[in-house]
Nanobody, 121 residues
């Protein structure tokens, strides 16, 4: 069974930085698009940043210029470097990946367990 394991959350003061990483386990198949989402209590999960297998990136307007998403395909790992953090960045950050089991099978979404990021003012 494919799983995503996240690490790197924590508590930081406003203006500080944190880095998140997420590694996927697989025996066959490949990871296509990967990304980071965040959720706060009472709100829907929202996209923060995504990256294709070819390295094309996209960001939520609220994090452009502050966050950087990257990936290492050989390690099945996606990273999120978060700089100039603000209290509104607080939330549970979830890693997401589109996993394609094989050439004749449709890709499906896989989610990590989530990691808490708290930014104090």
């Amino acid at each position: 069974q494919v799983q995503l394991g996240e690490s790197g959350g924590g508590l930081v003061q406003a203006g500080g930085s944190l880095g998140l990483s997420c590694t996927g386990s697989r025996t066959i198949g490949s990871f296509k698009a990967m990304g980071w989402y965040r959720q706060v209590p009472g709100k829907q999960r929202e996209v923060v940043a995504t990256i294709t297998s070819g390295g094309d990136t996209d960001y939520a307007d609220s994090v452009k210029g502050r966050f950087t998403i990257s990936r290492d395909n050989a390690k099945n790992t996606v990273y999120l470097q978060m700089n100039s953090l603000q209290p509104e960045d607080t939330g549970v950050y979830y890693c997401n990946a589109q996993y394609k089991p094989g050439p004749f099978r449709a890709p499906y979404d896989v989610w990590g367990q989530g990691t808490q990021v708290t930014v104090s003012s």
